[in-house]
């Protein structure tokens, strides 16, 4: 396995939880920063969140700060998003992606940043 897969979406009402998951193999993701994406319909991907390679260190973007945490499991290899107070607009697809650079010192949001990503996941939220 290569990319990583995502799993977790769903159709929620606006104010509830979701938990997604993105699942990495091994070496090839352990010691990277991973990041969350997101796309709506008609609209250009976007930055949701990011960790650094040892978990150590997050960074949001500013429409999700206070709602989202991001966090990972290392013997897991696995990254999570735990999305609380959801809003209608939070609706769209979410990917999960690798930082191109082996423990990078910074993190970064911009999508050429990243490589390996996954297929995705649809979030719903319904008013």
């Known amino acids: 396995q290569v990319h990583p897969v995502e799993s977790g979406g769903g159709l929620v009402q606006a104010g509830g939880s979701l938990r997604l998951s993105c699942a990495a193999s091994?070496?090839?993701?352990?010691?990277?920063?991973m990041g969350w994406f997101r796309q709506a319909p008609g609209k250009e991907r976007e930055f949701v969140a990011v960790?650094?390679?040892?978990?150590?260190?997050?960074f949001y973007a500013a429409s999700v700060k206070g709602r989202f945490t991001i966090s990972r499991d290392i013997a897991q290899n696995t990254v999570f998003l735990q999305m609380n107070s959801l809003k209608t607009e939070d609706t769209a697809v979410y990917s999960c992606a690798r930082d191109r650079v082996f423990r990078r010192s910074v993190l970064v949001e911009t999508q050429e940043d990243y490589d390996y990503w996954g297929q995705g996941t649809q979030v719903t939220v319904s008013s």
């Open positions: 960790i650094n390679w040892s978990g150590g260190s997050t």
């Open positions: 091994g070496r090839t993701f352990s010691s990277y920063a």
